[in-house]
């Protein structure tokens, strides 16, 4: 089966590492990672390549992550559907880095960056550039449409070899998965 090139995810990561050296370090606050702000949803191929990333990990680490994926779940009743739910993410770690490494990172998040020295945004054009990829990867897997909240996205991809493939269609849009828009989320660390 033929994959469209995957030109644009490893020059966002790329991009990442850039904003870091030359605009300003993340300063590891979280913010952008708890439920202050964060309202992140990925597609089903997103989380299966972080599934694919927890099936790799040690088991003790692994069983702890993703019994933080189902406290979060069940803390926040997450997905609430037809409405945005802010949560903070089970892979926010206790010294407010985030647990999974940068070439695993959902798009949404890769492309939320310092953008001077005292804001953080979405940068709009790296997430559609990615996500459009994303959507197109997704298609050709047979995965559903529909974005998630990354705990619960994530959950789905570990609990079966085939979980996320569905005739169901895409829940009602909202600000954050039907129209492909990332969250406002800018504000000063
Ligand atoms: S808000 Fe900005 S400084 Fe804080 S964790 Fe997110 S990207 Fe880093
Ligand atoms: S996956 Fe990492 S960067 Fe993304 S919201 Fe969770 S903790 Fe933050």
């Avoid at 030359?22 to 309202?39: I, P, W, Y």
């Avoid at 559907?81 to 407010?96: A, H, I, N, P, W």
Wanted: hydrophobic share 30%; with cysteine; proline share 10%.
């Amino acid at each position: 089966m033929t994959r469209p090139a995957r030109s644009q995810r490893p020059a966002l990561e790329r991009h990442v590492v850039w904003v870091q050296e030359n605009v300003r370090t993340c300063q590891d606050c979280g913010l952008c990672c708890t439920e202050a702000h964060n309202a992140a949803e990925i597609l089903p191929v997103e989380a299966e390549r972080v599934a694919e990333h927890l099936r790799g990990l040690p088991p003790g680490e692994r069983r702890g992550l993703v019994a933080r994926l189902e406290a979060t779940v069940k803390h926040y009743q997450l997905p609430k559907r037809g409405e945005l739910v802010r949560y903070t993410c089970s892979f926010l770690q206790k010294d407010m880095t985030c647990a999974l490494p940068l070439t695993v990172k959902p798009t949404v998040c890769l492309s939320f960056n310092p953008l001077t020295e005292d804001a953080c945004d979405q940068e709009s054009e790296w997430f559609h550039r990615v996500h459009d990829e994303c959507e197109a990867d997704n298609a050709l897997r047979g995965f559903a449409s529909e974005r998630l909240p990354i705990p619960v996205a994530v959950l789905r991809a570990l609990s079966s070899s085939e979980p996320l493939r569905t005739e169901r269609p895409p829940r009602p849009s909202s600000p954050n998965s039907g129209k492909r828009r990332p969250p406002s989320r800018r504000f000063r660390p």
